[in-house]
């Protein structure tokens, strides 16, 4: 593995200039955004829908089935981005925000080793 820190600014500014150049702001209002993430997000389920748990956990072992997942998380973290970029969200502040309530509502205590909600503790 790359020892390499995600730059969501670096990105932001990348597809920034990306849209720009193709006219594409006229279509990336939150509405439209949001709606790629979700159909990005149902490119990656569409890869993992028909296999068995065994099989989902070598996908990255065959290249081709390793090539389309990695292409549907880039698509996944371009539109994520771009969505936070047009609703000036600081990813990272929201990101780290929601992970302290995820911890107070998931105590190591009552969550460690079980898979139920927070509203079944
Ligand atoms: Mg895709």
């Not at 193709?22 to 979700?38: C, E, G, I, Y």
Request: hydrophobic share 40%; net charge negative; proline share 2%.
């Amino acid at each position: 593995m790359q020892n390499r820190t995600l730059n969501i600014e670096k990105i932001q500014l990348y597809l920034r200039e990306f849209c720009q150049a193709r006219d594409w702001d006229q279509f990336h209002t939150p509405k439209n955004l949001s709606m790629a993430l979700v159909g990005e997000a149902a490119e990656l389920l569409e890869l993992f829908q028909w296999l068995t748990p065994e099989e989902s956990q070598s996908i990255m072992k065959k290249e081709k089935t390793a090539s389309a997942v990695k292409h549907e998380l880039a698509d996944i973290l371009y539109h994520l981005a771009r969505l936070a970029d047009v609703l000036d969200v600081d990813l990272e502040s929201s990101f780290w925000e929601k992970q302290k309530l995820n911890a107070e509502k998931y105590p190591v205590e009552q969550a460690k080793g079980s898979a139920k909600k927070y509203t079944e503790f």
